[in-house]
């Protein structure tokens, strides 16, 4: 057997009386008996005036600035602003610094957009919202070799630049093809439309509500693009494809239209999708909303306005049919709105009741009935160049 070692463990007795130092093993860190705390290694704390007093903050302060004179109060207005624009210089001031300090913060892009704002990419999308005077608010320009007189252009108006991967770049865009560059903005919201008004071969009126609350009316007044012409205009009837509104948008605004007008419900979002496939024309091409689309016609119509409506048949109602080739001469004598449906359902039935004129585009292939129809963008690139070109 192999024999095991053992080991053997002799106790040790030790002698630990505690509040003397004989035979102690340790000490306790505290030399003072009393209390332990570490209230005793901060330093003591400073009592508010209002602490002092024995009241609320703001009873303290309502008692103290009451009885103040109004140039008093004016003055003490004024420092208020002053103070918090001075912290806010500050702050500013040392996030610069920071950033200058630590550049690799740079390059980190969010991980998520913030539902707070819209995400416009591609170059010239981005380069017509920054020069857009209705946009008002714009937080960042995110960078991913993009056009520099773009990032420039944002340089200039005090916009942060950030520079961001191409992971962040996707997401920013849901995969969109954005050109290295994405704008982080505030959206613009569209005027509602009630109305058109008069027009003449110089200027036409525009009846907007006010507000989003009340019924309350302004006219405003704009001038028409083409010079000696009347205006033209299209409303979008239930076109959901913001792909299809954005070429739509982008002939329209090359092509000399005035104006674009979209339900406030069953259309596509006036978003960064429809954006970019606008080239930035939705950022300068007058763009409406209305409530009321049966209500919207019917009144244009009353102040003198032509409605024609395109269809891929005549359908069943007092509409005239009218010739692709006589759309210019149309334009020249009378103010026309021009409306659009989707390609699937067409123009509502309301709606096509209030029309004045349609018009189809002829089809140059017969026997054939699987491409029966255009897209919605093309058609309307094809009655615009009609109406302006012929």
Request: proline residues 6%; glycine residues 8%; charged residues 25%.
């Amino acid at each position: 057997m192999i024999p095991l070692r053992s080991f053997v463990t002799s106790s040790v007795r030790c002698s630990v009386k505690h509040g003397s130092g004989k035979g102690q093993l340790s000490k306790p860190h505290y030399s003072n008996p009393g209390v332990r705390s570490f209230d005793k290694n901060l330093p003591a704390k400073e009592l508010k005036p209002w602490e002092k007093a024995g009241l609320s903050k703001d009873e303290f302060f309502m008692r103290k600035y009451n009885n103040i004179t109004p140039e008093q109060r004016q003055k003490l207005t004024e420092k208020v602003e002053r103070q918090r624009r001075y912290r806010q210089m500050r702050k500013d001031h040392e996030k610069s610094k920071f950033l200058e300090a630590h550049p690799e913060r740079l390059s980190q892009g969010p991980r998520e957009p913030n539902r707070l704002f819209e995400y416009i990419f591609g170059t010239h999308s981005v380069r017509a919202a920054l020069e857009n005077p209705s946009r008002t608010s714009y937080n960042a320009l995110f960078v991913h070799n993009g056009d520099e007189a773009v990032v420039d252009k944002a340089k200039q108006l005090g916009i942060r630049i950030i520079k961001a991967d191409k992971t962040s770049m996707a997401k920013l865009t849901r995969n969109g093809v954005h050109n290295g560059l994405v704008l982080e903005t505030k959206s613009v919201p569209r005027t509602a439309l009630k109305e058109l008004g008069h027009a003449t071969t110089d200027e036409f009126e525009t009846v907007v509500y006010a507000d989003d609350i009340s019924d309350t009316v302004t006219t405003q007044t704009t001038p028409v693009a083409r010079a000696g012409k009347y205006p033209v205009g299209f409303l979008l009837d239930g076109i959901t494809d913001p792909m299809n509104v954005g070429g739509i948008v982008r002939t329209a605004y090359y092509m000399g239209v005035d104006f674009v007008v979209v339900p406030e419900v069953n259309s596509a979002k006036m978003g960064p999708v429809a954006n970019k496939a606008s080239v930035g024309a939705l950022e300068k091409l007058p763009v409406y909303v209305t409530p009321r689309v049966v209500d919207f016609v019917k009144h244009s119509k009353r102040n003198g306005w032509n409605i024609i409506t395109a269809a891929s048949e005549s359908p069943s109602s007092s509409a005239l049919p009218v010739e692709l080739s006589q759309l210019s001469e149309m334009a020249d004598t009378t103010p026309i709105l021009f409306v659009l449906g989707s390609e699937g359902d067409g123009v509502g039935r309301k709606t096509m009741a209030e029309s004045d004129f349609i018009v189809s585009i002829p089809k140059g292939r017969e026997g054939d009935d699987v491409v029966d129809s255009l897209n919605v963008s093309v058609a309307a690139g094809i009655i615009i160049a009609a109406t302006t070109q012929g």
